[in-house]
T-cell receptor, first 111, second 116 residues
């Protein structure tokens, strides 16, 4: 059974810092991995999607890497801003459609 | 980009009543829609997958008779929580896959259900 874990569970950093969020999964037979952002009481916003054949994806200040063989992904946020404060979720897609979500990292960027 | 809406965004109901939540794909046809549940400070759990015109596929441990899912058209899926109880209080989020390609699932804004 696939399990997705995110470390740390919560993180508080001063504005401007570069930071790394970690995601690990137990079964490497995934179709793709996706990182989402969730603001309090809101739905999900997709940030980056990495196909199983890819190693990384970049969008602006965000960079996500994928090491399928070791079951790990990282989300790198450069020059963090208070507006980046949110919960970040990673999810792995299995089979034809099913996404298994991680436990999330609650990020707070202090001004 | 593709937009998925949910209605209502918040609902408060008395124990024993039924609540219907709608999920609509506004500018694309969604052959497949997904319903997730999120407990406070927890991650999302897939409840069921609904395909247009056919019965929903429920995940293990999800009561089919409790959570009725209907996907009557390519742009609308509904989740009905029947005889709701306080333990059903949660954040329900739907997502929709565009056409046959469900690589990208577009997520709705969620519905907060509170059962008194």
């Amino acid at each position: 059974k696939q399990e997705v874990t995110q470390i740390p569970a919560a993180l508080s950093v001063p504005e401007g810092e570069n930071l790394v969020l970690n995601c690990s999964f137990t079964d490497s037979a995934i179709y793709n991995l996706q990182w989402f952002r969730q603001d309090p009481g809101k739905g999900l916003t997709s940030l980056l999607l990495i196909q199983s054949s890819q190693r990384e994806q970049t969008s602006g200040r965000l960079n996500a890497s994928l090491d399928k063989s070791s079951g790990r992904s990282t989300l790198y946020i450069a020059a963090s801003q208070p507006g980046d404060s949110a919960t970040y979720l990673c999810a792995v897609r299995e089979g034809t459609y099913k996404y298994i979500f991680g436990t999330g990292t609650r990020l707070k960027v202090l001004a | 980009g593709a937009v998925v809406s949910q209605h209502p965004s918040r609902v408060i109901c008395k124990s024993g009543t039924s609540v219907k939540i709608e999920c609509r794909s506004l500018d694309f046809q969604a052959t497949t829609m997904f319903w997730y549940r999120q407990f406070p400070k927890k991650s999302l759990m897939l409840m069921a997958t609904s395909n247009e015109g056919s019965k929903a596929t429920y995940e293990q441990g999800v009561e089919k008779d409790k959570f009725l899912i209907n996907h009557a058209s390519l742009t609308l899926s509904t989740l009905t929580v029947t005889s709701a109880h306080p333990e059903d209080s949660s954040f329900y989020i739907c997502s929709a896959g565009q056409g046959k390609n469900t690589d990208t699932q577009y997520f709705g804004p969620g519905t907060r259900l509170t059962v008194l």
